[in-house]
């Protein structure tokens, strides 16, 4: 069975702490990887997708990585406003036409000034 | 990127009544989506919006209990049937335009008394 796991469920940093959230999925093909950012009340924003073991990708503080087991999204430097819940998707290549996405439970990330 | 709006943004419902959520999406987009987000949990995906067909349901989910309606390539409608306390959740319409970036509305928060 396709299967997302994030860790951990909550990480709470100080501003300018640097550190990583974990994403490891059990899939027999990936299609594509997809990290988004939800903030309370509002709707996940997205933020990389990820194809193939190796590729990096990039945005301000973040960098997601991955590997043919996992995804890192790594958070350099943090400060306050990147504080939200983080949210992995992975697609799978036997997803059939409508390549639904299966979602982790998330990491809430904490940053204190 | 496509932009996707909710209506109504929250509702508050007795048991055993329907609500209708509107998701308006700014461009077309080839796919529509409907997903369950209960609080701590991961995003749950109810029903793919086919247009001008049925839609398709995900296990667990029916269509007497969530009709979904999809008249153009913009625009879907998701009812809720029959209310009971369980159903309290935030419902998100989600949008594909690409083979495979998927994009989220904010959400709509119901609470079932």
């Known amino acids: 069975e396709d299967q997302v796991t994030q860790s951990p469920e909550a990480l709470r940093l100080q501003e300018g702490e640097s550190s990583s959230l974990n994403c490891s999925y059990t899939?027999?093909?990936?299609?594509?990887l997809f990290w988004y950012r939800q903030d309370p009340g509002k709707g996940p924003e997205f933020l990389f997708t990820?194809?193939?073991a190796g590729e990096e990708k990039e945005k301000e503080r973040l960098k997601a990585t991955l590997t043919k087991k996992e995804s890192f999204l790594h958070i350099t430097a943090p400060k306050p406003e990147d504080s939200a819940t983080y949210l992995c998707?992975?697609?799978?290549?036997?997803?059939?036409?409508?390549?639904?996405?299966?979602f982790g439970k998330g990491t809430k990330l904490s940053v204190k000034p | 990127s496509a932009v996707i709006s909710q209506k109504p943004s929250r509702d508050i419902c007795q048991r055993g009544t329907s609500l209708t959520i509107q998701c308006q999406v700014d461009?077309?987009?080839?796919?529509m989506f409907w997903y369950r987000q209960q609080p701590g949990q991961s995003l749950t995906l109810i029903a793919t919006?086919?247009?001008?067909?049925?839609?398709?349901?995900e296990s667990g989910f029916v269509i007497d209990k969530f009709p979904i309606s999809r008249p153009n390539l913009t625009f879907s409608t998701l009812t809720v049937s029959n209310m009971s306390p369980e159903d309290s959740s935030i419902y998100l319409c989600?949008?594909?335009?690409?083979?495979?970036?998927?994009?989220f509305g904010p959400g709509t928060r119901l609470l079932v008394l």
């Open positions: 989600s949008g594909r335009s690409g083979p495979q970036t998927q994009y």
């Open positions: 998707a992975v697609q799978a290549l036997d997803g059939g036409s409508q390549g639904n996405l299966i």
């Open positions: 899939v027999s093909g990936l299609r594509g």
């Open positions: 461009s077309q987009v080839t796919m």
């Open positions: 919006a086919n247009q001008g067909s049925e839609a398709t349901y």
């Open positions: 990820l194809y193939s």
